[in-house]
C-alpha cells in the first residue's frame, strides 16, 4: 500500500518539524513547504539525514494559492496539516491586517484548494489563545467560553469556523488542535528558535549572562506568577499523528495540553537547576498587560476522542533542551 501522503505547511517550523519527524517514524509521507520567514531550513536537512529520506521541501509562502495548488496536484495529497502561521501576539496588535491575511484568509484559500482537489483532510493548527485572558481558575473547556484578546488569537479563531464547515461535509475528516504552552524538542536540530515565549527567553538571558524576569508575582495563584500549561512539542507531534489515525469523526476542537499548571516561577526554577545556576538572580518585574493569572487545558476531550494524552512530564521537556 501506498504510504498516506500529507502536505506539511509550515514545515520548516519548530512545531512543524516536529510533526514531520513523528509522521515519517509511523510511515507516512510527507511534503513540507514554508516560507522560511521564521521557519529553517537546517530543520529539513536534519530530517532528511536523520531518516535517510530526499523530503520534498518547497520554499512558498502560504499565500502563493496557485503554487500550492499545483504541488497538491503534483504530489497527490491526502490530507493537510496546517502549521503555518504568523504567531506573534504583540506584533499581531501592531499589524492586524497581515495576521488576518496570513491566518484566517490563506487557511481559507487552503481550504477551498483541498476541496478542489479532492483532499478529504484537513488537521489545523490552533491555539489555547482563542480562550483570551479568563478571569477564572477553571481548565478551559473546548466548548466554554472563547474571547480571544489578539488580532492573533481572533484570526486563529476565525479560521477555526472554515477547518469546522471543512470537516462537517461528509466525508472530510479533521479538527482543529489548540496548543498550549509549547516546550522541549527532539533533538537540539529542532529547537525553539522563537523570541517570544518564556523558556527561549529565559534560556537567551542565562547565556548573555542577564537576569530573567518574572512578568508579575502578585497573581492569585500558589506562589504569585502566572501558572500555564506547558505541553511537550512532542506531544504537539503524537497529538498530530492521533488526530490523522482517528477513524471515527473528531470533534471540530481539541486542546492539547497536560491537563497540568505550572508556575513562571517552577519554570525558571526548573531552567536554573537544569543549567546549574540556581545562585541566579531572578528580577520581580509588573504584570505584562494582557496575561491571565491561568490558563491551563481540560484535556478530557482529546482523551475520550482519540485516545491522547500527554507522555512528557515537564521535568523531561526542560532536560531536552540540554
Ligand atoms: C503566549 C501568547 C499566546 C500564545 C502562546 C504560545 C500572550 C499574551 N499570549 O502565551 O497567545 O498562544 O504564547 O505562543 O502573549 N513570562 C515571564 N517572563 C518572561 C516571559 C514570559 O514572566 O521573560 C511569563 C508571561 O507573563 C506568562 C508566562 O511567562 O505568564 C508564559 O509566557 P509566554 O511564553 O509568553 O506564553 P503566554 O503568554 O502564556
Redesign the pocket.
Given at each position: 500500500m501506498t504510504p498516506e501522503r500529507w502536505l506539511l505547511t509550515g514545515g520548516a517550523g519548530y512545531i512543524g518539524a516536529h510533526i514531520a519527524d513523528e509522521f515519517i517514524c509511523n510511515d507516512k509521507s510527507v511534503v513540507i513547504i514554508d516560507s522560511l520567514y521564521q521557519g529553517l531550513e537546517s530543520r529539513i536537512t536534519f530530517l532528511r539525514a536523520k531518516h535517510g529520506l530526499e523530503i520534498p521541501f518547497i520554499k512558498c509562502d502560504i499565500r502563493d494559492y496557485n503554487e500550492i495548488e499545483s504541488l497538491i496536484r503534483e504530489y497527490k495529497i491526502d490530507g493537510i496539516i496546517h502549521t503555518a502561521a504568523l504567531?506573534a501576539?504583540?506584533e499581531s496588535m501592531e499589524k492586524p491586517d497581515e495576521y488576518f491575511q496570513v491566518n484566517l484568509e490563506a487557511t481559507n484559500e487552503l481550504i477551498e484548494i483541498a476541496k478542489r482537489n479532492g483532499v478529504k483532510k484537513f488537521i489545523f493548527s490552533s491555539?489555547?489563545?482563542v480562550y483570551g485572558?479568563p478571569d477564572t481558575m477553571d481548565p478551559c473547556k473546548e466548548d466554554g467560553p472563547k474571547a480571544p484578546?489578539?488580532p492573533?488569537?481572533d484570526s486563529k479563531y476565525q479560521a477555526e469556523s472554515k477547518v469546522t464547515a471543512f470537516i462537517n461535509t461528509p466525508g472530510n475528516h479533521g479538527t482543529s488542535l489548540r496548543?498550549?504552552?509549547?516546550v522541549g524538542t527532539a533533538a537540539p536540530e529542532l529547537l525553539d528558535n522563537?523570541v517570544?515565549?518564556?523558556?527561549p527567553?529565559?534560556l537567551g538571558?542565562l547565556n548573555k549572562g542577564q537576569a530573567?524576569?518574572?512578568?508579575?508575582t502578585d497573581y492569585p495563584t500558589a506562589d504569585g506568577?502566572?501558572v500555564?500549561d506547558y505541553v511537550d512539542v512532542r506531544d504537539i507531534a503524537r497529538a498530530h499523528l492521533a488526530a490523522a489515525d482517528a477513524t471515527t469523526p473528531l470533534p471540530p476542537a481539541m486542546n492539547i495540553g497536560t491537563g497540568r499548571g505550572a508556575s513562571?516561577r517552577e519554570?525558571?526554577d526548573l531552567v536554573l537547576q537544569a543549567t546549574n545556576k540556581t545562585q541566579t538572580e531572578v528580577i520581580k518585574?509588573p504584570?505584562?498587560a494582557?496575561?491571565p493569572a491561568f490558563?491551563c487545558a481540560d484535556v478530557a476531550l482529546a482523551k475520550s476522542a482519540m485516545g491522547f494524552t500527554s507522555k512528557y512530564s515537564l521535568e523531561e521537556s526542560i532536560r531536552s533542551l540540554f
Open positions: 504567531k501576539v504583540g491555539t489555547a489563545a485572558s484578546i489578539s492573533y488569537g496548543f498550549f504552552n509549547v522563537s517570544e515565549n518564556l523558556v527567553i529565559v538571558k530573567p524576569e518574572i512578568f508579575g506568577t502566572c500555564r513562571v519554570i525558571i518585574s504584570r505584562r494582557g496575561d490558563l
